[in-house]
């Protein structure tokens, strides 16, 4: 066995193995894989890469007998072709299936549609309405979507009668063709050979970081056998070192009988060109090949370096070989995210509509999808969805009026009730609503004109001093990060108030930016105020800006009741003197007792949790002083193009570097397996969450823990402690207490770096985006994170939870908070991100109907109102059942028919229905068309529309003549092109 002193990681770990086809390369987690085999094909395209995966850690999948066979064929083609195979210590151990039958298609072929299908459902593929993981197959018409488990991406066979007529690569993620193909090879979903095997091949294996691998290897093989019915034996990490042919042992710290490479890290430049060159002359002379891998274009005069468009994580220097390697963040300080080439979950599937799913129609109001049914009118055949309302009265709605339905986004309880057909109750509901919206929205656009009237002070561009502060984070900024800072100064030096939102995901860098602003601000001359919702994120906030500020004489500051009521009032009295720099607080700080002389930046963290009063502070303070808001929360995109102008929003999507995914595991509650958690946290030396949502029963909850772990501190935390509660949160910061017994009280703020697994006792009335926040608060640094979603094991799952505990199982990747929220607002509406929006009104119209409503409204306020078009159609439209079978696939291709806001919308839709389904039929062109007719036909003057056999007609704002044109499809086309043509010019 060989021992290599490595102590950094990057795009070397791939330079080093160039070489080792054949090899099998372990690292401790799935990011880092991603990023070797990213590295990798950057720097080395020649080299065959060829990644190994984990089974996910849920129940269902390690059922599926599709992992097995996918990790066999991914297993067997290494063996046969060679390449450097890379996994982690889960992905090496867990079992895989021997390959099964094939069959070969070619264009041209007369195979037969139902031939196919009978050889799927013969190799154990399962049938689904939408293609989007291996071993799944969906029939529409003569078009067969199929992934097998030896591709990477899924394959779609159109037949003509018997015969092949073209095969295509798609895209899981949005369903669109990427390749086509003239043959292609479709393998097994099963073996046959006896079911899944635990694999041991003798080879060259290469360890990176081998504690964390064998840390990794335990926890994996812990969880495996909790929840699966194959046990993966104590010993089968150490039986893979043994039947290695070669070992070699990449480790991070000094240790005796290691070699040493002759490979060191560049020198960084951050930006700085001129030094740059200066370096790259001296590099020249000594004849060494400088290679620059980045996600953007050279800068002009460096035509000597072989640049490439390819982000790698970091750089090198192979002195033995004379190559220097820069990325990014040797060149300018940024962090490019790995370039990943793993198809996602479909963004369709959060437009499926499920039977009883909870929607608002907006004249109507409350009520639950029922399906859909086809009717016979005069008109011809209609597909209609069944609205059910109160005491079964039913609505039956054409899918043209789709646009008048939207999905409830408020709190599902046992008492939410469907409104009455007619009744007051919703008119009086939207009335209220409605004036709440008027007063938000104009409440935006009066900070707006006081803003644009406000003379702000134009904090001068950065100096030396800047730099070094900059220079002091112990991170490297992601890109998006540095487009927020970037965004932020660009603001402060503008003549003009900033009001700025910062939404990023838990953990992405908000905090970071907002250090930046503010030691910004106290070098140009201004005091700052940071307004957060708790003391503990009060106290949390106030260490690290005094250990970053404090080196350059800032003067920061807390005012919290953790001060004592002297210290308090002299904190007051320094800041009324100008004295403090930076003062971090909760409320307290809007009290009208506090004068900061010298104000010129507030930042809010999660300002939706301030209450009335200290939000109408806030109002007052944004119009006249730099404003800078944070938030965890996703916003829809319709709204933030209308904010556009009222208030600047900057999006931080990029994961930072260096943390592994959190490992998520679902299933029923077992005493078991929470023992089992808890104590594996405890003797790793870390603290555990233990998540129990009931405050009457909670102290019996501490009480069960108390008993199994007598030896350790355990505390509850709950809302209804008041003071205490505050007391206990500190604790447990400090590390005084082993194992919280809490609330969702601790969903937001909190950043314990030793807390390392969640455990929520019943996950049932959870939502996603709930969860999703709940799961940030582990696996903060560099330390493994474990969360549990549990439920009771003697009651029944209910579907809707069911199905929420599978995406977020699935969605475990660092950034799926942006996933989860866009399925579900249910927690904060996007209302609340912006510093307004009370739940009572809006959550009993629902939050996409609401925000929809103060869209309109801030446009209308603009000056830019939306002109209803009423239409009146008297012609047989619907998406044909045998063009689209799958009633869930058809009802959300309906949903993105009626969201069409622009001509290309339009058009790139009617592509996607040819790519996916084959040549769309009349009746699905003209919903596209009539779709687009209703949000842009408003903005051409078009008020009415009519439709019917002979004739369209078209009546425009302000004219006595209307457009009369063919019948039908022709007529409807004709209008289309008719608004393409205004549109364009």
Known sequence: MRKVFLPFSGSVRPWICSEETGAIVLLPDERQVSQFISDGKAILPDVDFISLPEIPLEKGSIEDISY????????????????????????????????????????????????????????????????????????????????????????RVSFFDDEVEDMRLFSTGDQRTRYSTDEWTFRSVWSGEGGPKLPLYPS???????????????GFRWLWNEISSIDLPEDRWDRWLESASSLVFFETFKGPGQEELNISEPPRFRGNLSVFKEQLSLWEKKGFEVLARSATGPPSGLEEVSWENRPVSSGFIDWDKKVVLLSDVELFGLHSAAVSEEDVIPSELNLFLEEGAWMVHKDHGLCRYSGTEVVKTKFGSQELLVLSFHRSQRLMLPVTSMDKVSIYGGEISDDLSPDVLGSSRWKNALIKAEKRIEEEASELLEIYAKRRLSSGKAFPVDDEMMAQFESMFPHVETRDQ???????????????????????????????????????????????????????????????????????????????????????????????????????????????????????????????????????????IRSSVDFLALSATPIPRSLSMSLRGLRDIS????????????????????????????????????????????????????????????????????????????????????????????????????????????????????????????????????????????????????????????????????????????QDLLIRGAGDMLGFSQHGHRDRIGTDLYYKKLRDKIDSLKGRARTEVSMDIRIPLMIPSDYIPQNTVRMAMYRRMFSVQSVQDALNLKGELADRFGPPPDEALCLIYLALLKTEGGNQGIIHVMVDEKKTSCRLMGKENEWIGPGGAKGIALLFRRIKEWCDG
Not at 95 to 119: C, H, M, N, T, Y
Not at 133 to 155: E, H, L, N, Q, T
Not at 204 to 218: A, G, N
Not at 551 to 557: L, M, S
């Open 68 to 155: 097995p066979s996918s990790r066999g064929y991914i297993f067997s083609r290494w063996i046969e072709e060679g390449g450097v195979m890379v996994s982690t210590p889960g992905g090496l151990v867990a079992p895989l299936a021997e390959p099964g039958g094939a069959i070969q298609l070619k264009v041209g072929d007369r195979f037969g549609r139902d031939r196919f299908i009978s050889w799927l459902e013969e190799q154990r593929f399962i049938r689904s309405d939408l293609v989007w993981k291996a071993g799944d197959y969906a029939v529409r018409g003569g078009v067969v979507d199929c992934f097998d488990p030896s591709s990477k991406m899924a394959v």
């Open 204 to 218: 060259r294996l290469i360890v990176f970081d081998p504690p964390r691998c064998r840390s990794c290897f335990d």
């Open 482 to 620: 540095m487009a927020a800072i970037v965004d932020v100064k660009r603001d402060m030096e503008s003549n003009f108030p900033m009001d700025r939102l910062i939404v990023g995901d838990v953990g992405y860098g908000k905090t970071e930016v907002a250090l930046r602003a503010a030691f910004k601000a106290v070098i140009g001359g201004s005091q700052v105020l940071v307004v957060v919702p708790t003391t503990v994120l009060a106290q949390q906030h106030y260490r690290l800006f005094l250990g970053r500020m404090a080196p350059f004489g800032v003067n920061v500051e807390q005012l919290s009741r953790f001060l004592s009521p002297r210290k308090q009032e002299e904190v007051v009295k320094r800041l009324s003197e100008g004295k403090i720099d930076v003062v971090i607080g909760t409320h307290r700080l809007l009290q009208k007792d506090i004068s900061v002389p010298k104000l010129g930046l507030v930042v809010v963290d999660e300002e939706h949790r301030f209450g009335t009063a200290h939000k109408e502070r806030l109002k007052k």
């Open 651 to 822: 999006t931080i999507e990029t994961a930072p570097i260096n943390r592994p995914p959190v490992i998520t595991v679902t299933g029923a509650w077992e005493d078991s397996l929470v023992q089992k958690a808890i104590a594996r946290e405890l003797n790793r030396g870390g603290q555990v969450y233990l998540l129990h949502n009931r405050v009457e029963s909670i102290g019996e909850r501490a009480g069960w823990i108390k008993a199994r772990f007598p030896d350790f501190n355990v505390e509850i935390a709950h809302g209804q402690m008041n003071g205490k509660l505050e007391d206990v949160m500190m604790a447990f910061y400090e590390g005084q207490v082993d194992i919280l017994v809490c609330t969702t009280i601790i969903e937001s703020g909190l950043d314990v770096g030793r807390a390392n697994t969640l455990i929520v006792e019943d996950s049932r009335s959870l939502g996603l985006a709930q969860m999703h926040q709940l799961r940030g608060r582990i696996g903060r640094r560099e330390e493994r994170g474990y969360v549990f979603f549990l439920y009771p094991s003697n009651l029944p799952l209910p579907y809707r939870t069911g199905e929420r505990l599978d995406a977020i199982g699935r969605l475990s990747y660092q950034g799926a908070g942006y996933d989860i929220a866009r």
